[in-house]
Structure formats: C-alpha cells, structure tokens
Nanobody
Framework: QVQLVESGGGLVQAGDSLRLSCAAS????????MGWFRQAPGKEREFIAT????????LYPDSGKGRFTISRDNARNMVFLQMNSLKPEDTAVYYC?????????????????WGQGTQVTVSS
C-alpha cells in the first residue's frame, strides 16, 4: 500500500505560480512512477506529468510542457508540481498518483494509488 497526501492548492490569480506537494508513505518508491493528474468539473481526469522515482526521468504531454514541472525529493518521499503562468482553465482538482506500470504511464487507469486531491482555482 502507498498512501498519498496532496497539499498546496488554493485560490490564485491568472499569471501566478503555485507549487503542489505530495507526501508519499507506506512502501519504498524505487519501483514506482509518480504522476500528477487534474480533473475539472464535468471533464475527464487529465494527465499532467509523470516521474520515475529511481532516476527522476520525466514525461509530459505535448500540450502541457513548459508551464508545469514535476520533481521529487527522495529524502523526504515527496513529489512536487510547480505550476507557472496559471490560467483560469487550469482550475481543477489536482491529484497525485503512483503506478508500477513500466514506461512512464500516462493513463489514469495505469495508476493504482491516489491521493484525495487538492483544489486549485485560478481567477481571471
């Protein structure tokens, strides 16, 4: 079992930056990929980024590359999502997730551990 707890969400203005954190516990994460997803009301869960714990290699969708950056802190068992130049359309609940599927999984169905989510609201 892997337990994930997100934090760092809130209400910001367009153009601001925000860093989300995800604290992981329960198992060693060396064989895991950690991912960030988001879900806006009435929309499907959307892949944002993933990172391989053991070496920090990352993958982003082409649409999101540049404004969002995923990173991890091995010593603290934490994953971060740095979000810059936020837009109102970034408003969503943001989720941290863990997967053991090899090869930088990008589908939510490939992740079997999820946090409770943290709300990010961007005002115009």
């Amino acid at each position: 079992q892997v337990q994930l707890v997100e934090s760092g969400g809130g209400l910001v203005q367009a153009g601001d930056s925000l860093r989300l954190s995800c604290a992981a516990s329960g198992r060693t994460l060396s064989s895991y990929y950690m991912g960030w997803f988001r879900q806006a009301p009435g929309k499907e869960r959307e892949f944002i980024a993933t990172i391989r714990w053991i070496d920090g290699s990352t993958l982003y969708p082409d649409s999101g590359k540049g404004r969002f950056t995923i990173s991890r802190d091995n010593a603290r068992n934490m994953v971060f999502l740095q979000m810059n130049s936020l837009k109102p359309e970034d408003t969503a609940v943001y989720y941290c997730a863990a997967s053991q599927v090899w090869g930088h999984p990008t589908s939510s169905s490939q992740y079997n551990y999820w946090g409770q989510g943290t709300q990010v609201t961007v005002s115009s």
